[in-house]
């Protein structure tokens, strides 16, 4: 038998491919270590306490069996805590899971999927995978979501992300309302970071027979690593997800520790969350007052806009702190997103930044 060839060339494999993947990039998930990474914006405060005990119990049926027999008490913990019906929520291996499940759910290849640019960046990639043409449209001067121009696309999904990651600013409900009278398919409304601000629509989003809102345990609740997300919907709605999904994306160890989470941790979550909040405007006092510019934000991050964010987040990460750099954003220009978390990992942030601005300062010609 030939072995493979060690080598097949980059155009060869991009023909194997389908063309509307031809120009996806693969999601950079490679961690170096680093004294602290303040890159992906998880709760840099710890982890669920209820749930570490529980994951210590797991037992041998656990790990020979399919997943199933905790499924149930995971999806009504995520009801309870949601405050719907446990028949309106999906869950899935992280929200990006349902995303990408609802996208392929209720949109057929070919049609349109419009968001506000810039945002959550796996949506063009939940777009092109599913076959489907990424919309993007600003956003309005305000900085609120333009529903004008969302809806003008035509498009048969209509993706929200408020907070919105990566700029923080948060979708005004007005805006948010009329996009969902007027839209001609199906609307998502990212709620990743809800758990930091007071609004959010993931208890109502069963009134409407068309609105999935998505959230997630990787943020504000410290479980990034168990890789669990959810939708709640119209139950009709998350039926149709549910299919697309498949079964057993969620491990069992993961699905039961969570259940226990939600209804033994919510008091901790919301006490880091609240932690995270007043650091996070003490951190952006700190960044004005060096005379650096930060966008307001509804989440446990900052957007801040700097020349040369790739160079200077590159001397942050010699300094051992990793943020996470964004090149020519729409509107806005180099930036960077930095996660809040306690207060003396920030600290170590403003000197890496500032120690890192002053050297690319002085070696950009001509500055
Ligand atoms: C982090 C993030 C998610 C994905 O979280 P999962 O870990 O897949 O649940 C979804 N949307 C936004 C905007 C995010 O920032």
């Given at each position: ?36 990474d303040?890159?992906?914006?998880t ?22 069996r ?17 405050g ?23 949109a ?51 993706y ?7 700029t ?17 398919g ?67 160890p993961?699905?039961r ?16 969350a ?16 060096h ?17 040369n ?8 990460r010699?300094r ?21 978390g ?26």
């Amino acid at each position: 038998m030939t072995p493979p060839t060690p080598s097949s060339s980059p155009s060869e494999s991009l023909r194997l491919g389908r063309a509307t993947i031809r120009d996806v990039v693969p999601y950079p998930t490679e961690r170096l270590p680093c004294t602290a990474d303040l890159s992906d914006n998880t709760n840099l405060f710890g982890a669920p306490p209820a749930a570490l005990r529980e994951l210590t119990t797991a037992g041998r049926d656990e790990i020979t069996r399919y997943p199933g027999l905790h499924a149930r008490s995971l999806r009504e913990a995520l009801a309870g805590y949601a405050g719907v019906r446990s028949d309106q929520v999906v869950s899935g291996c992280g929200s990006d899971d349902v995303i990408d499940s609802a996208v392929r759910a209720f949109a057929e290849p070919g049609e349109r999927l419009a968001y506000s640019d810039p945002t959550f960046s796996m949506i063009p990639v939940f777009a092109k995978v599913n076959g489907l043409v990424p919309t993007p449209v600003r956003f309005a001067a305000s900085g609120d979501i333009d529903p004008e121009a969302l809806l003008a696309t035509d498009a048969r999904i209509i993706y929200i992300c408020s907070p919105n990651n990566p700029t923080g600013s948060l979708a005004a409900r007005r805006s948010v309302d009329r996009v969902i009278e007027r839209a001609p398919g199906i609307v998502i409304i990212d709620e990743a970071y809800g758990e930091f601000t007071d609004s959010g629509r993931v208890g109502e989003a069963p009134e409407h027979d068309r609105v999935l809102v998505t959230r997630t345990l990787s943020k504000a609740f410290g479980m990034a690593g168990f890789r669990i997300g959810y939708g709640t919907g119209a139950a009709s709605l998350v039926h149709e997800i549910e299919k697309v999904r498949g079964p057993y994306k969620e491990n069992a160890p993961a699905e039961r520790a969570a259940a226990c989470a939600l209804r033994e941790d919510v008091a901790w979550m919301r006490d880091l969350a609240a932690k995270a909040v007043q650091n996070r405007e003490r951190f952006a006092g700190a960044l004005r007052a060096h005379g650096l510019d930060v966008l307001p934000s509804a989440a446990n991050f900052l957007l801040v806009p700097i020349a040369n964010a790739a160079l200077v987040a590159q001397r942050m990460r010699e300094r051992g702190i990793a943020v996470r750099p964004y090149p020519g954003l729409p509107g806005i220009g180099d930036a960077l997103r930095i996660t809040i978390g306690p207060w003396a990992l920030m600290e170590l942030a403003l000197d890496a930044l500032l120690g890192a601005r002053a050297s690319v300062v002085t070696t950009q010609p001509g500055r």
